[in-house]
């Protein structure tokens, strides 16, 4: 039978791989939230790597390179919220005050180098050594728990902004980094067991959970897709999107405002362009020769919706008189569903029972019946 350090020594080897795997991937697709998510995955294989080292006696024995190891650990939090803001932000850079990120490693790195020159610890009083001993225990589990919600709220915030600009959300929407991070949670929970509460009957399927939330968690970030596939000049175009309230100051004039409805009104009712599978922002902007702040504002203004919500109206009218009508007999579902303007069946599906109450099957024979 498999022991507990072997197990963990085969886990982290799976994660070393897929965070190499990451490195590898960030030359095609998001590149610098995959090099974060990369090294992410590669501290964290550090982590679980103390478990069969330290069965070992490797700590004894290499004292220096076990330390430098549990220090490490310091920087996984932080590359997973590095991540998530890679992956949720237009065209995000990085600034000198990203490196505060970084205070808790330096911190305990200066704390710790009078034991890599030396080799031997500093000597405390009995009450500071207890006070010292409290912060080392607590410091890893509390910034870790605190970078995980500052991760899962950024995530959140991203999930709910992208209907302003996509009016298909299978790439954007980041679901599997959403599932990415429940495992994390799932980790972070069994880890803290280990650390403080010690029950047993979860301490025997910890390598277990390990193993298969590694799997997982490989299995989520690999199979990913670019999330903004825009041009650069969209992308900065779309960072200046501002949040849309009712009482702030209006982005675009009276007089262009109007003008601007009017040749949106023709692009949607005249032109139909919310047929195009690939409609975004960006390129509904082009169409009306306005910006993406003018043209997400005119939305939100004058029909009170957000982009995605508006394009789907127009695309599940437009399925509505295809599954009605004679001429589209030998149109399936999906059929329906491009040439309504959606790229997918399961999108289409969602969509239009979300708007309708109703399966596009069950629509039609409801319309029937009726």
Same mark, same amino acid.
């Given at each position: 039978? *498999?022991?507990?350090?072997?197990?963990?020594?085969?886990?982290?080897?799976?994660?070393?791989?897929?965070?190499?795997?990451?490195?590898?991937?960030?030359?095609?697709?998001?590149?610098?939230?995959?090099?974060?998510?990369?090294?992410?995955?590669?501290?964290?294989?550090?982590?679980?790597?103390?478990?069969?080292?330290?069965?070992?006696? /490797?700590? #004894?024995?290499?004292?220096?390179?076990?330390? *430098?190891?549990? #220090?490490?650990?310091?920087?996984?939090?932080?590359? =997973?919220?590095?991540?998530?803001?890679?992956?949720?932000?237009?065209?995000?850079?990085?600034?000198?005050?990203?490196?505060?990120?970084?205070?808790?490693? =330096?911190? %305990? #790195?200066? /704390?710790?180098?009078?034991? %890599?020159?030396?080799?031997?610890?500093?000597?405390?009083?009995?009450?500071?050594?207890?006070?010292?001993? /409290?912060?080392?225990? *607590?410091?890893?589990?509390?910034?870790?728990?605190?970078?995980?919600?500052? !991760?899962?709220?950024?995530?959140?915030?991203?999930?709910?902004?992208?209907?302003?600009?996509?009016?298909?959300?299978?790439?954007?929407?980041?679901?599997?980094?959403?599932?990415?991070?429940?495992?994390?949670?799932?980790?972070?929970?069994?880890?803290?067991?280990?650390? %403080?509460?010690?029950?047993?009957?979860?301490?025997?399927?910890?390598?277990?959970?390990?193993? #298969?939330?590694? /799997?997982?968690? !490989?299995?989520?970030?690999?199979?990913?897709?670019?999330?903004?596939?825009?041009?650069?000049?969209?992308?900065?175009?779309?960072?200046?999107?501002?949040?849309?309230?009712?009482?702030?100051? @209006?982005?675009?004039?009276?007089?262009?405002?109007?003008?601007?409805?009017?040749?949106?009104?023709?692009?949607?009712?005249?032109?139909?362009?919310?047929?195009?599978?690939?409609?975004?922002?960006?390129?509904?902007?082009?169409?009306?020769?306005?910006?993406?702040?003018?043209?997400?504002?005119?939305?939100?203004?004058?029909?009170?919706?957000?982009?995605?919500?508006?394009?789907? @109206?127009?695309?599940?009218?437009?399925?509505?008189? =295809?599954?009605? !009508?004679?001429?589209?007999?030998?149109?399936?579902?999906?059929?329906?569903?491009?040439?309504?303007?959606?790229?997918?069946?399961?999108?289409?599906?969602?969509?239009?029972?979300? !708007?309708?109450?109703?399966?596009?099957?069950?629509?039609?024979?409801?319309?029937?019946?009726?």
């Amino acid at each position: 039978m *498999i022991n507990f350090p072997t197990l963990m020594g085969f886990t982290s080897g799976t994660a070393f791989l897929s965070g190499c795997l990451l490195l590898a991937k960030a030359r095609k697709v998001n590149l610098r939230a995959n090099i974060c998510l990369g090294l992410f995955m590669i501290t964290l294989c550090l982590a679980i790597l103390e478990i069969p080292l330290f069965a070992q006696n /490797f700590h #004894l024995t290499n004292p220096l390179l076990f330390e *430098i190891i549990g #220090l490490l650990r310091f920087l996984t939090a932080p590359l =997973l919220y590095f991540s998530v803001v890679y992956f949720t932000s237009f065209e995000k850079k990085t600034e000198r005050k990203d490196l505060l990120h970084l205070l808790p490693f =330096l911190i %305990f #790195l200066i /704390f710790r180098i009078p034991f %890599f020159i030396t080799g031997k610890n500093i000597d405390f009083s009995y009450q500071t050594g207890r006070i010292v001993f /409290f912060i080392l225990q *607590i410091a890893l589990p509390l910034q870790t728990a605190v970078y995980w919600c500052l !991760s899962f709220i950024k995530l959140q915030k991203h999930i709910k902004n992208v209907k302003q600009f996509s009016s298909l959300l299978d790439k954007v929407n980041l679901n599997w980094l959403k599932s990415y991070l429940l495992i994390v949670l799932i980790i972070l929970i069994v880890w803290l067991n280990l650390v %403080f509460f010690n029950l047993k009957s979860l301490i025997s399927y910890t390598p277990l959970v390990y193993v #298969l939330s590694i /799997f997982f968690l !490989s299995f989520f970030s690999l199979k990913q897709e670019e999330v903004f596939s825009y041009s650069k000049i969209e992308l900065k175009e779309l960072a200046t999107i501002e949040e849309y309230k009712k009482d702030s100051p @209006k982005r675009v004039a009276g007089a262009r405002l109007t003008e601007l409805e009017a040749r949106l009104k023709s692009l949607m009712e005249i032109e139909k362009v919310y047929l195009e599978n690939d409609l975004s922002l960006p390129k509904l902007a082009g169409m009306l020769q306005a910006s993406c702040n003018e043209t997400s504002f005119l939305i939100n203004e004058r029909n009170q919706d957000n982009f995605y919500n508006f394009i789907n @109206k127009y695309r599940i009218e437009e399925a509505k008189k =295809l599954l009605l !009508s004679d001429s589209c007999n030998h149109l399936n579902i999906v059929g329906i569903a491009f040439e309504s303007g959606f790229n997918s069946k399961t999108t289409f599906n969602t969509t239009f029972k979300k !708007s309708t109450g109703y399966s596009p099957t069950a629509f039609i024979k409801a319309s029937k019946t009726g």
